[in-house]
């Protein structure tokens, strides 16, 4: 099953826009990755977020973490063409899963047209 | 090594067949990851080992799926009688520790298509 869910599911936006991810998740967790996946190729990491830290920062990356609302955003600033790739959240589950089960969502696929 | 290493990246194999799938972890890092990866979905957990014990095993999806690490470095994935349903991309990751940052290294992974 997957916790996270993504969205939108496909961004299309031009060079220099800045693109916003969102995942939502179902359960309490101790912290949310995101990933990205170029097509054909494994998953590289970007960031993580602890439960009990509402922003980072890293680059052009900034997320932000609602446990409230179980969501959290992923927003690339400025982006470039070389950005163009698929986005996942990953959460691990606080209670009830190991701590080695993260669970990743069906992902954001982003296209940025140069 | 440098990064994940997954062998082979790409494997055909008719029903039935069984199949293994190779990975190497990068140097040093305790904890191995199996995922699987359908087309346009995100990577389904399958097993994670923390040495040489599988530590979580839950997302096997049933017997014919099997996973070791003897040595606690290099792992297998091993799977008996495939099924059309079986193909997919096989991600491996590792990484330094489950208590550390919990970054996973993913590898390229191995494409398995079962005709």
């Known amino acids: ?114 | 090594g440098a990064g994940v290493s997954q062998t082979p990246s790409n494997k055909v194999t008719e029903k039935g067949k069984y199949v293994e799938l190779r990975c190497d972890p990068i140097s040093g890092h305790t904890a191995l990851y199996w995922y699987r990866q359908s087309l346009g979905q995100g990577p389904e957990f399958l097993i994670y080992f923390q040495g040489t014990g599988a530590a979580d095993d839950s997302g096997l999806p049933n017997d014919r799926f099997f996973a070791v690490r003897p040595e606690g470095s290099v792992s297998t994935l091993k799977i008996q009688r495939t099924e059309r349903g079986d193909s997919a991309v096989y991600l491996c990751a590792s990484s330094l520790s489950l208590g550390g940052t919990g970054e996973l290294f993913f590898g390229e992974g191995s494409r398995l298509t079962v005709l």
Request: glycine share 8%.
């Open chain 1, 1 to 114: 099953s997957q916790q996270g869910e993504e969205d939108p599911q496909a961004l299309s936006i031009q060079e220099g826009e800045n693109a916003t991810m969102n995942c939502s998740y179902k359960t309490s967790i101790n912290n949310l990755q995101w990933y990205r996946q170029n097509s054909g190729r494994g998953l590289v990491h970007l960031i993580l977020i602890r439960s009990n830290e509402r922003e980072k920062h890293s680059g052009r990356l900034r997320v932000t973490l609602d446990t409230s609302k179980k969501s959290s955003s992923l927003l690339i600033t400025a982006s470039r063409a070389a950005d163009t790739a698929s986005y996942f959240c990953a959460t691990d589950a606080r209670y009830g899963g190991s701590q080695g089960n993260l669970i990743f969502g069906k992902g954001t696929k982003l296209s940025v047209k140069p």
